[in-house]
């Protein structure tokens, strides 16, 4: 099996950047899709920024020209780049990618915490 471990999350103020990393570990295989979804209190988790295995983005409307997804295909690693974080970017945010053998898998999670 595999599994996602997420890392980078914490407090920052408004207008601070933050770095995401998401690790995948075990028997990979391959993988295509990665991507970042993000889910704050009282709301439905929604796709923040995805990345195909040809570097294809894709960003929600909210974070584009903030937000920067890419990865790293030796390590099996996706990066969320936060610049510009607002109070509403609040929220945990969940990794998510797609393995060739073992379907579609979740990390953990973690807080993503702005403000002043």
């Known amino acids: 099996q595999v599994q996602l471990v997420e890392s980078g999350g914490g407090l920052v103020q408004p207008g601070g950047s933050l770095r995401l990393s ?8 391959g993988i295509s899709d990665m991507g970042w979804y993000r889910q ?7 796709l923040v ?10 960003y929600a409307d909210s974070v584009k020209g903030r937000f920067t997804i ?6 099996a690693t996706v990066y969320l780049r936060m610049n ?12 998510n990618a797609v393995f060739t ?15 002043s």
């Open 22 to 29: 998401c690790a995948a570990s075990g028997i990979i295989f």
């Open 40 to 46: 704050a209190p009282g709301k439905q988790r929604e």
């Open 49 to 58: 920024a995805s990345i195909t295995s040809g570097d294809s983005t894709n």
């Open 70 to 75: 890419s990865r790293d295909n030796a390590k």
């Open 84 to 95: 510009s974080l607002k109070p509403e970017d609040t929220a945990v945010y969940y990794c």
């Open 101 to 115: 053998r073992w379907g579609s898998k979740w990390g953990q999670g973690t807080q993503v915490t702005v403000s």
